[in-house]
């Protein structure tokens, strides 16, 4: 069975502030991954995902994840936070080539932004 | 842009009673999916639904939930006797998926719901 495990419940930062949150995650087969972000009272939203090809993939926002398969991680990161960048963050993972796979998120990471 | 509609957006129930939340996936997806987030934690699979069956179940998903698709468009969660424990928000998701099933899930806005 798939998991996903992030490293940090709450991060604080300050405006401009760079940015890595990290992502683990647990599966013998091939994985596409993926990062959500969800706004104050607001749905899931995808900010990048990886399928296969080059491990450091660009997201919207300025955000970025590096795939390290040696290492099972998917770590997001941002050079310089903005404070609307306050949320929480969810990596998560989907078996490829799984017919109707569920998508397994790990338990979130909670953003603070300090203006 | 197209997206996943769910209502109704909040629902407050008296326990016991039935539920049934709404979703209408994006149309062109052919993988449909819940999952719930009791408030403050962590997004939860509930179950997975692939050409008119049920794929894969979570523990969560005992025999007080069902989904069903009545027609080309809906994709309803049904739980027949809420509990308190139930309140949470649920979010109805859908993705492509066809063949290699590399594709990112779109997600509903969500429903609230609130047994009391």
């Known amino acids: 069975a798939q998991s996903v495990s992030q490293h940090n419940h709450h991060v604080i930062l300050s405006e401009a502030a760079s940015l890595e949150l990290g992502c683990n995650y647990s599966y013998g087969g091939t994985v596409n991954l993926f990062w959500y972000v969800q706004y104050p009272g607001q749905h899931l939203q995808l900010l990048l995902k990886?399928?296969?090809?080059?491990?450091l993939v660009k997201g919207i926002k300025g955000f970025e994840a590096e795939f390290i398969k040696s290492k099972f991680s998917f770590n997001l990161r941002k050079p310089s936070v903005q404070w609307s960048d306050t949320a929480e963050y969810f990596c998560a993972v989907n078996a490829r080539g799984n017919y109707g796979q569920n998508f397994v998120f790990g338990p979130g990471t909670r953003l603070s932004v300090l203006p | 842009e197209p997206e996943v509609t769910q209502t109704p957006s909040h629902q407050v129930t008296q326990m016991g009673q039935e539920v049934i939340l709404r979703c209408v996936p994006i149309s062109n997806h052919l993988y449909f999916y819940w999952y719930r987030q009791i408030l403050g934690q962590k997004v939860e699979f509930l179950v997975s639904?692939?050409?008119?069956?049920?794929?894969?179940k979570s523990e969560i998903f005992d025999d007080q939930f069902s989904v069903e698709r009545p027609d080309g468009s809906n994709f309803t969660l049904k739980i027949r006797s809420t509990k308190l424990e139930d309140s949470a928000m649920y979010f109805c998701a859908s993705s492509v998926g066809q063949g290699a099933g590399n594709t990112e899930a779109f997600f509903g806005q969500g429903t609230r719901l609130t047994v009391v």
């Open positions: 990886y399928f296969s090809g080059d491990p």
């Open positions: 639904f692939y050409n008119n069956e049920i794929s894969e």
